[in-house]
């Protein structure tokens, strides 16, 4: 079972090919760099379901640099990852510049920008340490995620625009097809 923070982070050790991608990522050596949102749910969610292969989506690497913004600069960093494991479909998101894409206030950190994620299930995010120990952040908390709940984060559900764009995901996610025992909050309007 999957109940607390160190549930979480003993599966990831515990998986050679997750700890593979974190270590190449580590190697960018990135300003408050995170490996994020379905990276981590997807794996608590597989074993909630008995999976025995990870149905591992896209590999969202993310930090925080306002020197440099530019989105070309993502893009590098992107190929420079490909090189190093051309298997993972990777993506690489400096949240110093993903406000203006998102059209909010900026972001103070990563762990900010992850925190205003549509859906609580997907406010995470995993890094190394110096020693290679595994950093869990959670700042919605892991109780949805582990209770195969989808619920808008706090961010989201204060405001209508957002909800919108939270509705329209869940239908495009439409991730009941794929994991058949999660609650999706799915409110009315």
């Given at each position: ?157 204060k405001n209508s ?29």
């Amino acid at each position: 079972m999957v109940k607390t923070e160190q549930d979480i982070i003993k599966l990831i050790q515990d998986d050679k090919e997750m700890m593979r991608i974190l270590k190449i990522a580590k190697k960018l050596d990135l300003p408050d760099w995170w490996i994020c949102a379905g990276f981590v749910r997807s794996k608590i969610w597989d074993t909630l379901h008995g999976f025995k292969k990870t149905t591992l989506p896209d590999v969202d690497v993310i930090f925080f640099d306002k020197t440099n913004i530019e989105e070309l600069e993502e893009k590098r960093l992107e190929a420079k990852l490909h090189e190093m494991f051309p298997e993972v479909p990777w993506s690489v998101k400096n949240e110093a510049r993903m406000h203006m894409v998102n059209h909010f206030t900026p972001y103070t950190s990563s762990e900010d920008a992850i925190s205003k994620f549509p859906e609580t299930a997907t406010a995470l995010g995993v890094r190394l340490n110096h020693e290679d120990q595994i950093i869990l952040i959670a700042p919605c908390g892991i109780k949805d995620v582990v209770d195969l709940k989808v619920k808008p984060t706090p961010y989201f559900a204060k405001n209508s625009d957002r909800m919108a764009i939270y509705k329209e995901r869940i239908k495009k996610k439409n991730w009941q097809s794929i994991w058949h025992k999660i609650n999706v909050y799915t409110p009315e309007g």
